[in-house]
């Protein structure tokens, strides 16, 4: 069911104060969730490429595991 601004200004109007609060609030809730929605970007493949370095010895066995192996 599509409803127009009118119609829901309408059914708007004929609520009571609190409920009217209560929309309210829940339009400042669909307001912040809509702009959350945008700010999330779409990360690329390889975009810290760089920022990290391993050592050289990065995949040896450590010494504090010697007795396990």
């Known amino acids: 069911m599509s409803m127009n601004t009118a119609q829901l200004y309408t059914q ?31 990360r690329k493949f390889g975009c810290a490429k760089g920022f990290f370095k391993l050592s050289p010895d990065f995949d040896e066995p450590l010494e504090d595991f010697k007795e396990y192996m």
């Open 12 to 42: 708007l109007v004929a609520l009571p104060d609190n409920l009217k609060k209560e929309v309210a609030d829940f339009i400042a809730f669909l307001q912040s969730k809509a702009s959350k929605e945008q700010k999330v970007k779409k």
